[in-house]
Each structure stands twice: as C-alpha cells, then as structure tokens.
C-alpha cells in the first residue's frame, strides 16, 4: 500500500511540473513576436469562418475572456470575401484591433491583422469617467470647448463621454504593456482643434493624445 501511495505522490508531482513547466514556456513567448506571426497567416488547413477563432484561440494567444466580434463583411474579386472583426476583452473593445479573415468557398484562406495577444489586465477603474474627462481637457488646456459655445449646428456639440478602452502603452508601436484607459475625443472653438485622448483609468496619467484634424499650412505668394 505504501509503495502504491508512493506512486502516486510522484505522479502528482510530475504532472505538477509539467503544468507549471508548460505555463512558463506559455508566459515566455514574446507578444510583439506573436503578434509578428499572425500579422499575415496563410491558412493551409480547411477551416470554416465560424470556427476560426476557437480553433486557434491557444496559437493567438487568446483566453476565454478574449471575444472576435465581426464589424463588417466585403465582397472582393474571384469569389472572395473578407470578414473584419474587433478584438474585445471582458467586454471591453480593444483600441485599434482590426483583424480579417480571407474568405473563399467558405473556408478561410488568410487572416491578417492587428489585435492584442496574452491579455491579462484587470478591468476595474480607479478614477471616474468625469476625473478623466477634466484630466484630458487640463490637457488640452482650451479657451473654449464645443459644447460651451453657443454657436449652433457645430460639430461635436455634445459634451463628450469618455469610453474605456484597452490599449498598448506604447500605440501604434509594441511595448507589451496592455492599459485600461478611457479614451476622450475632445473639440475646442477657441483655438479650433480636435484630438482623441487616452487617460489611464488606473493612474490618471495621460498616456497619448491623436489629432483628429490635420493642420496643414498652405504656402503663400510673394510679392515683388
């Protein structure tokens, strides 16, 4: 009986090992390679659209608190079709993630994209959505917003409602480090600007900002 009991100790252990072995091997692949690797896939084996995501959540990177949601689909040439998905996670969208499958006879020939591998972040804020919207506008730091003025029919009127978001700390570049963050689209009159801020929901901090408009400077004729 004891050798029994024995046997079954070290079986125990072996397997043991064996998870926390395969989980490091897991958590030591780099998420800016994977991300590399799916950028651009040539699918080999038949798979159908519907089961794409499942049958290759372990090979993405992807858990069970991940969600593919399809946006749009698009008819293309030679009997093509391309399905657009957005990444979420814990029913919270990720910031620009926009992945597509390459559709032929039902079948998924290609996939392509951008989306977030390896997540694991918690998703409770720490400041309100008001905290981070007077944080984004002490960064903007304008005279006067679009829904001060009392000029009507502007755009972007409505006082803006800050969303979250999760999004690499580094966007659009590769860091590895996932943020929480709300993301605030500002439109000021007074000076005329808009621009789309992130405000970390767990510190505050603003972690980028992106114009919405593009200011362009046109060249002016000389006199002689």
């Known amino acids: 009986m004891n050798s ?125 959505s008001e905290r981070a919207l007077d944080i984004a506008q002490q960064k903007m730091n304008a005279q006067k917003y679009a829904w001060e003025s009392n000029t009507p029919n502007i755009q972007n009127s409505k006082k803006p409602i800050p969303k979250l978001v999760i999004i690499d700390k580094a966007f659009p570049k590769n860091s590895e480090q996932y943020v929480l963050a709300y993301q605030i689209d500002l439109s000021s009159v007074e000076p005329f600007d808009k621009k789309r801020y992130f405000v970390d929901a767990q510190s505050g901090h603003v972690l980028l900002n992106l114009p919405l408009i593009m200011h362009q400077s046109v060249p002016g004729k000389g006199v002689c």
Request: aromatic share 12%.
């Open 4 to 128: 029994y009991v024995s046997k079954l100790i070290l079986i125990g252990l072996f397997f043991s090992l064996w998870a926390v072995n395969t989980h490091a091997q897991k958590r030591d692949i780099s998420k800016v390679a994977l991300q590399k690797k799916m950028q651009q896939v040539k699918i080999n084996q038949a798979v159908k659209t519907a089961d794409f995501f499942a049958s290759r959540a372990t090979m993405m990177g992807l858990s069970e608190a991940d969600e593919m949601r399809p946006q749009k689909s698009l008819e293309g040439q030679n009997a093509y079709s391309y399905h657009k998905y957005q990444q979420f996670y814990k029913n919270i969208p990720i910031f620009g993630a926009s992945y597509t499958l390459h559709i032929k006879d039902g079948l998924v020939k290609r996939a392509s994209g951008y989306y977030l591998p390896m997540i694991d972040l918690k998703t409770e804020a720490q400041i309100s």
